[in-house]
Each structure stands twice: as C-alpha cells, then as structure tokens.
C-alpha cells in the first residue's frame, strides 16, 4: 500500500483547496430553497467553483456527468443532478463536492435539509456528523485507521443506525482517490498507522434503518435498501502529531463551535 506523504509546499495548496471547497459548500446551502431542481443547484454549485478559479474534481470524473453529487433522502451517494427533480419542503440533501486548485483536490459533503424538516431527519443528520467527529479523535499520528474507523462505527451503531459498508473514504492529493481505503465501519484489520502529513477524504454515510443499499439503473446512485433517509458528512483531514486539521471546515461550522467536537 503506497499512502504519499504531503510536504509542506503540497500541505499549503491543499488547505487552500479546503478553503475554497468549505466556502463553496456553505455558499450553496444558502441557495437552496423548495422548487429548485437537483440540476439547478449543480449549475450554482458548479458557477461558485469556478468562481475561484477551480476545477470541479468530479465534473467527467470516470464518466460521471455533474459537478455536484446531490442525493435525495433514501439516496445514499453519487445523485446525479436532473431538470426533473424538484426539491420541496422537507427533503434532505446530500451535497457530495470536490474542488482542483493548482493540481491538489479536497473533497467534502454535507447533508441540509429544505425547510423545516422532520426531527428524525435532524437526529439523523446531526448524529451522522457527530461519528465523523468520532473519528477525528481517534485521527493522529501514531495511531492506527482502525481506530478512526471503529469509532465512527461505534458511535453511529450505538446510537442505532446503519453505516454504509458499500462506500468508504480514501486517500486524497494529486489524485481524487489515493491510498488507503478508509471504512466507516468497525474493522478487526488495523490498518496502516496514521502519519503526520497523510491527507484522507473521511466521510461517514449512515442509514436512518439498515446499512445495506442498492445501485440504482443509472450505475451511479446508490439508494438505501429499506427506502428510509441516509446523511452524508465528510471533509478532507490533514494528519498531524496532534489533533487533525480539518482542511474543508465552513466558518460557520468554525463559528459554531463545530472545532470543540473532538
């Protein structure tokens, strides 16, 4: 297993790939409202990324034909956006993103909800969040990614929701997905030890019911296998000595309190 090892010049350009990816997400979960197709909120999305002077990292990426990934409620990753589908009141959405700022990608998502939405779709999303920072603090040098993984699946399991064993995180740099693969579920295989300067894309996806999904006709969606909600939370990591850096955080999730959660 190669898993590269940033240096500081490569550390520099990737949290400037950060910043821009967490201003654009926050930027468009402000625009979101009732009425809007999925395709409309790609093209906002796909505007702010170039908007400063990025590539969108998914836009053709093995084929696939937006620049947002943006999944509906039992939609569990990898929605792909449609004039025909309107957003209305009470939806979730997961907004699945990456950014290419001089050659080094960052990726994140995040599930909003449309409206005022249902208690069990904010537990949902609150808690799918809160593996992620599960993770975070278990994500230092000298630890093994087991550990990240198994906190994040212990925590999301224990508080009765399914974590998606279909999809994982990864590696992330020069390349969309580097090594290693990184489960959010809970694994007896340790894993490679964590090293300050790996940069990994970790992205809990959970399921309001079982963790099993199916892949919709398209060959791109995946879709929980019992039809109830699934959340979305991931950002790109930058392992150090110490606590991670979190490279994609929003300065709303800065400002509210969002780095007191690991």
Same mark, same amino acid.
């Given at each position: 297993?190669?898993?590269?090892?940033?240096?500081?010049?490569?550390? /520099?350009?990737?949290?400037?790939?950060?910043?821009?990816?967490?201003?654009?997400?926050?930027?468009?979960?402000?625009?979101?409202?009732?009425?809007?197709?999925?395709?409309?909120?790609?093209? *906002?999305?796909?505007?702010? *990324?170039?908007?400063?002077?990025?590539?969108?990292?998914?836009?053709?990426?093995?084929?696939?034909?937006?620049?947002?990934?943006?999944?509906?409620?039992? =939609?569990?990753?990898?929605?792909?956006?449609?004039?025909?589908?309107?957003?209305? =009141?009470? /939806?979730?959405?997961?907004?699945?993103?990456?950014?290419? +700022?001089?050659?080094?990608?960052?990726?994140?998502?995040?599930?909003?909800?449309?409206?005022? *939405?249902?208690?069990?779709?904010?537990?949902?999303?609150?808690?799918?969040?809160?593996?992620?920072?599960?993770?975070?603090?278990?994500?230092?040098?000298?630890?093994?990614?087991? /550990?990240?993984?198994?906190?994040?699946?212990?925590?999301? =399991?224990?508080?009765?929701?399914?974590?998606?064993?279909?999809?994982?995180?990864?590696?992330?740099? !020069?390349?969309?997905?580097?090594?290693?693969?990184?489960?959010?579920?809970?694994?007896?295989?340790?894993?490679?030890?964590?090293?300050?300067?790996?940069?990994?894309?970790?992205?809990?996806?959970?399921?309001?019911?079982?963790?099993?999904?199916?892949?919709?006709?398209?060959?791109?969606?995946?879709?929980?296998?019992?039809?109830?909600?699934?959340?979305? +939370?991931?950002?790109?990591?930058? *392992? !150090?000595?110490?606590?991670?850096?979190?490279?994609?955080?929003?300065?709303?999730?800065?400002?509210?309190?969002?780095?007191?959660?690991?």
């Amino acid at each position: 297993m190669s898993i590269t090892i940033k240096s500081e010049r490569e550390i /520099d350009l990737m949290r400037k790939a950060g910043e821009i990816l967490a201003n654009v997400h926050q930027r468009l979960a402000q625009e979101i409202q009732a009425g809007m197709s999925t395709y409309e909120i790609d093209q *906002i999305g796909e505007n702010l *990324i170039r908007e400063y002077g990025c590539i969108p990292s998914f836009k053709n990426y093995q084929g696939f034909p937006a620049s947002i990934c943006i999944s509906l409620n039992d =939609e569990v990753v990898h929605g792909i956006p449609s004039k025909t589908r309107i957003v209305k =009141e009470g /939806d979730i959405i997961s907004l699945d993103a990456g950014v290419i +700022y001089k050659g080094y990608h960052s990726d994140a998502a995040r599930t909003v909800g449309v409206g005022k *939405i249902s208690e069990s779709a904010e537990k949902l999303i609150k808690v799918t969040r809160q593996s992620f920072f599960e993770g975070m603090k278990k994500a230092s040098a000298g630890n093994y990614l087991s /550990d990240v993984s198994n906190a994040i699946g212990n925590y999301a =399991e224990g508080m009765g929701y399914g974590v998606v064993r279909s999809f994982v995180g990864h590696g992330i740099g !020069t390349s969309l997905h580097q090594e290693p693969e990184i489960p959010n579920f809970v694994c007896t295989n340790r894993g490679p030890l964590l090293r300050k300067g790996m940069t990994l894309a970790i992205e809990p996806m959970i399921n309001e019911g079982t963790f099993k999904v199916d892949l919709c006709s398209n060959g791109w969606t995946a879709v929980t296998s019992d039809m109830k909600n699934s959340a979305h +939370y991931e950002n790109t990591v930058l *392992i !150090t000595d110490g606590k991670p850096e979190i490279l994609t955080l929003t300065e709303k999730e800065k400002e509210d309190g969002f780095l007191e959660l690991f």
